[in-house]
């Protein structure tokens, strides 16, 4: 069964409560912008773009970025853009947003493997590198870890 409430939304199988209701729905585009520290001096893409889909409080995301030279910049490797700000999860600082599945990537220095993770009261993901294997804990990704052809394409899921 579906009901349409009076004060918006629809809710499923004779639930009433407005609090369980489907009120949102949403789908767009998005630019994933690259920084180091914030900055993107000289940085150019050969292409950066991104789609999502939004139900609820969930996003889901798509995206392709590719750089043609990553520019002067020095820090930790973020990609920002994303189109709604992230569930800030202050209590569970495990749950910081949400991770991102890597497809593809080129010209990431020498990782092996690397990950993203989208930051709570934000609208970026930080990049990490993988641990040693010393049973050290992985590290923010650099700009020495991002080479001028750096591409990547990902999907991904968060909550707002």
Do not use: H
């Not at 292409?47 to 939004?54: A, F």
């Not at 709604?84 to 600082?93: H, L, M, R």
């Not at 970026?124 to 394409?153: C, H």
């Amino acid at each position: 069964k579906v009901r349409i409430l009076s004060s918006g939304g629809i809710t499923f199988n004779g639930d009433t409560a407005a609090a369980n209701a489907l009120d949102d729905y949403e789908e767009g585009t998005w630019t994933p912008t690259v920084n180091f520290s914030g900055g993107a001096t000289s940085l150019v893409y050969n292409y950066n773009v991104g789609i999502y889909t939004k139900v609820g409080r969930l996003v889901t995301c798509d995206f392709a970025l590719g750089l043609s030279n990553k520019g002067t910049s020095n820090g930790t490797f973020t990609i920002d853009g994303l189109p709604f700000t992230v569930n800030d999860w202050t209590a569970e600082t495990a749950l910081d947003g949400g991770s991102i599945s890597i497809g593809y990537w080129n010209d990431a220095g020498s990782l092996s493997d690397f990950g993203m993770v989208c930051k709570g009261a934000t609208t970026s993901m930080v990049g990490f590198k993988k641990s040693t294997g010393d049973g050290s804990l992985a590290t923010s990704m650099t700009q020495s870890n991002v080479g001028d052809s750096f591409e990547i394409r990902g999907s991904f899921s968060f909550t707002v």
